[in-house]
T-cell receptor, first 112, second 113 residues
């Protein structure tokens, strides 16, 4: 499974746009990129998933360059409630199973 | 749509004991995965069950075992508990066959003393 590298922590302020970049240099052809958000003592929550170019939903955007060796999660106009750990996952598994592998994630702190 | 539930919420056990954790998957999901999350770490994959069979396993010893039932609910059993087994245990359900979104339960906090 492809290994991912993310910044350990980031700081931002309310109302700003936050971009978290994840490196996955050995991503395989059929791997997808998925981001999860986790609050303390809760299970992770799916944010967004993509394969190439750009994906946008109601909470975030995901930018994936042509070589797919990195991806950037963009959170528009963050609020205090966006303070959480964000995980980038890469993989598709085999034999029909999908086994996401979590790294240590990026701890985002949003300040007033 | 019913979400993923886990029981119990918290549990305290003594080293050497055995524990069983339970998970009910989200309706429509036939795949259940279990994760162990130590403090300050990301979730570590334990194993996955699909149609009542183990469908993948992480780097965990055999004393970690599981079951999936016909209704897709699941159990995680840990024998001979060690102090390092203290962690948040997360269950996630999903559809099978692709990189589908996983829905996580709130977790069971296990403390081994």
């Amino acid at each position: 499974l492809a290994k991912t590298t993310q910044p350990i922590s980031m700081d931002s302020y309310e109302g700003q746009e936050v971009n978290i970049t994840c490196s996955h240099n050995n991503i395989a052809t059929n791997d997808y990129i998925t981001w999860y958000q986790q609050f303390p003592s809760q299970g992770p929550r799916f944010i967004i998933q993509g394969y190439k170019t750009k994906v946008t939903n109601e909470v975030a955007s995901l930018f994936i360059p042509a070589d797919r060796k990195s991806s950037t999660l963009s959170l528009p106009r963050v609020s205090l409630s966006d303070t959480a750990v964000y995980y980038c996952l890469v993989g598709v598994g085999s034999g029909g199973s999908y086994i996401p592998t979590f790294g240590r994630g990026t701890s985002l702190i949003v300040h007033p | 749509e019913t979400g993923v539930t886990q029981s119990p919420t918290h549990l305290i056990k003594t080293r050497g004991q055995q524990v069983t954790l339970r998970c009910s998957s989200q309706s429509g999901h036939n795949t259940v995965s279990w994760y162990q999350q130590a403090l300050g770490q990301g979730p570590q994959f334990i194993f996955q069950y699909y149609r009542e069979e183990e469908n993948g396993r992480g780097n965990f010893p055999p004393r970690f075992s599981g079951l999936q039932f016909p209704n897709y609910s699941s159990e995680l059993n840990v024998n001979a508990l060690e102090l390092d087994d203290s962690a948040l245990y997360l269950c996630a359900s999903s559809r099978s066959g692709g990189p589908y979104e996983q829905y996580f339960g709130p977790g069971t906090r296990l403390t081994v003393t």
